[in-house]
């Protein structure tokens, strides 16, 4: 289930890319 992975790709992407590729990441889940 993508909604248990999301907290932790979240916390991934805000340490890593300071939430820049996140909006991307958003974008391609609901696409």
């Known amino acids: 289930q993508i ?3 999301m907290p ?3 916390e ?3 340490k ?3 939430g ?3 909006t ?3 974008s391609v ?3």
């Open 20 to 22: 820049r590729k996140l």
């Open 29 to 31: 889940l609901m696409a």
């Open 12 to 14: 991934y992407y805000k």
């Open 3 to 5: 909604e248990d992975v």
């Open 24 to 26: 991307w990441y958003h």
């Open 16 to 18: 890593n890319h300071n």
């Open 8 to 10: 932790e790709i979240e």
